[in-house]
């Protein structure tokens, strides 16, 4: 992201989400976790699955931390 950018309110409650999914999951890392059915929380999983940090189980709605190898 552009140091100068402004982000907009949307962006930076999905921030947000993401930091709180990492958080919640980081003090539970083997175990599912609801998504929840917010748009930004929706949208935060899929942002943190594209980039590998967590992996969703597509059909319950559920995601954990990716385990690392």
């Given at each position: 992201?552009?140091?100068n ?39 935060a ?25």
């Open positions: 992201m552009a140091a950018k402004k982000i907009t309110k949307a962006e930076r409650d999905v921030q947000r989400e993401m930091l709180a999914m990492l958080e919640w999951a980081s003090k539970r890392p083997d175990r599912w976790h609801k998504i929840g059915n917010l748009n930004t929380d929706q949208k999983a899929e942002l943190l699955e594209k980039r590998g940090v967590i992996e969703i189980w597509h059909g319950t709605g559920l995601y954990r931390l990716t385990p690392q190898k």
